[in-house]
T-cell receptor, first 114, second 114 residues
Framework: SAVISQKPSRDICQRGTSLTIQCQVD?????MFWYRQQPGQSLTLIAT?????????ESGFVIDKFPISRPNLTFSTLTVSNMSPEDSSIYLC???????????FGSGTRLTVV | GQQLNQSPQSMFIQEGEDVSMNCTSS?????WLWYKQDPGEGPVLLIA?????ELTSNGRLTAQFGITRKDSFLNISASIPSDVGIYFC??????????????FGKGTHLIIQP
């Protein structure tokens, strides 16, 4: 299965600022996804990062708040914009090939907004 | 969107006991997955199920994809201290554009008493 590196692993940010999270995969993958895990909660899909086109967002998530880039088949970024304390969560990158097998997650970015 | 009902929410068991947890959905999925998440880490895939009725084992873990494609269970036999953690079920659909992101259950928190 793919190996995923996420940066940063954690950060404490001031409200109103933005943070960009990077996800690097050690092999080319078709599908990349971004999830949010609020404190003590389960994972919620934010968006599918599409290579060469705009990301596909789930209900409740918008591009202005969570812009995503996917410049190639091994890399993606998620930006959390204009942060508020409610954005304090773990943000996780995941990959999966066609057919869905090998859904691997990065170790996550622990974001605290103060 | 789809929702997964995972139960139990938490389990307190003695070391050596068997564990059983399950997930149900109001809609069908093409793939069921079971993950374990340790503190400070991303979820790690335990078992993936691709066919209705499929029964798959991974060491002391056994999982089944329900015939109706709306449920799955995970069993852990002879629990050991390192089994402590949060277990998540997840379902996946394949839409016209390819594999969708995952829908997660709320998790089962497994606590083992020595």
């Amino acid at each position: 299965s793919a190996v995923i590196s996420q940066k940063p692993s954690r950060d404490i940010c001031q409200r109103g600022t933005s943070l960009t999270i990077q996800c690097q995969v050690d092999s080319q993958v078709t599908m990349m996804f971004w999830y949010r895990q609020q404190p003590g909660q389960s994972l919620t899909l934010i968006a599918t990062a599409n290579q060469g086109s705009e990301a596909t967002y789930e209900s409740g998530f918008v591009i202005d708040k969570f812009p995503i880039s996917r410049p190639n088949l091994t890399f993606s970024t998620l930006t959390v914009s204009n942060m508020s304390p409610e954005d304090s969560s773990i943000y996780l990158c995941s990959v999966g090939g066609m057919g869905g097998w090998g859904y691997t997650f990065g170790s996550g970015t622990r974001l605290t907004v103060v | 969107g789809q929702q997964l009902n995972q139960s139990p929410q938490s389990m307190f068991i003695q070391e050596g006991e068997d564990v059983s947890m399950n997930c149900t959905s109001s809609s069908i999925f093409n793939t069921w997955l079971w993950y374990k998440q340790d503190p400070g880490e991303g979820p790690v895939l335990l078992i993936a199920l691709y066919k209705a009725g499929e029964l798959t084992s991974n060491g002391r873990l056994t999982a089944q994809f329900g015939i109706t494609r709306k449920d799955s269970f995970l069993n852990i036999s002879a629990s050991i201290p390192s089994d402590v953690g949060i277990y998540f079920c997840a379902g996946q659909l394949y839409s016209g554009g390819g594999a969708d992101g995952l829908t997660f259950g709320k998790g089962t928190h497994l606590i083992i008493q020595p």
